[in-house]
């Protein structure tokens, strides 16, 4: 149980386009998702706590209005990286908050995002 | 948000060797998670300790809480080319530095 997708996998765009990241968790009902960013050999960095039905929070210097994060229904969450430039070329991983688990989180596999 | 740091940043054991990496906050910590990432791959929950001085085991992996909730350890007997990745306790959401642990053959 517990399992987290995320589409696309990769993706590789053209700086100044958009992409769309989704994140699903398949067998439970997730109230809190997350989005972390990683660069190679490093730390995750918690960019943004998505809420089901409600805006997300954002991590101090993360841009709202360049990483926009929907949470339309419990299972889905959606990050759109928008007007993409080589700088935001990362790894990009979502986590679901089971409700009955506090702090435990379930990782989707990431989305290996490359602006050229 | 908060760092948590983990020291060492890189290790590299013999096959059989033991291991140990040590998290650190300046804060005292609620509770602690401690996740597991493979080369390539994406971070596995392994523990939550919550009370102070707490230990858990499993197998051959040994955690520690600190009795001030500032400090925790993740300690493998014996290490396995299977236990290569990298180690990343967690305050809540926040991941620390991570320990990257490599294993000789």
């Known amino acids: 149980g517990a399992v987290v997708s995320q589409h696309p996998s990769w993706v590789i765009c053209k700086s100044g386009t958009s992409v769309k990241i989704e994140c699903r968790s398949l067998?439970?009902?997730?109230?809190?998702m997350f989005w972390y960013r990683q660069f190679p050999k490093q730390s995750l960095m918690l960019m943004a706590t998505?809420?089901?039905?409600?805006?997300?929070?954002?991590e101090q210097g993360v841009e709202k209005d360049k990483f926009l994060i929907n949470h339309a229904s419990l299972t889905l969450s959606t990050l759109t990286v928008t007007s993409a430039h080589p700088e935001d070329s990362s790894f990009y991983i979502c986590?679901?908050?089971?409700?009955?688990?506090?702090?435990?989180?379930?990782f989707g596999p990431g989305t290996r995002l490359t602006v050229t | 948000g908060q760092q948590v740091m983990q020291i060492p940043q890189y290790q590299h054991v013999q096959e059989g060797e033991d291991f140990t990496t040590y998290c650190n906050s300046s804060?005292?910590?609620?509770?602690i998670q401690w996740y597991k990432q493979r080369p390539g791959g994406h971070p596995v929950f392994l523990i939550q300790?919550?009370?102070?001085?707490e230990v858990k085991k499993q197998k051959r992996l040994t955690f520690q809480f600190g009795e001030a909730k500032k400090n925790s350890s993740l300690h493998i007997t014996a290490t396995q080319t299977t236990d290569v990745g990298t180690y990343f306790c967690?305050?809540?959401?926040?991941f620390g530095t991570g320990t990257s642990l490599t294993v000789i053959p």
């Open positions: 986590s679901a908050n089971h409700r009955d688990h506090s702090y435990e989180q379930y």
């Open positions: 067998d439970f009902q997730a109230t809190t």
């Open positions: 998505s809420n089901e039905g409600s805006k997300a929070t954002y």
């Open positions: 804060t005292t910590l609620s509770n």
């Open positions: 300790l919550v009370k102070s001085g």
């Open positions: 967690a305050d809540q959401f926040y």
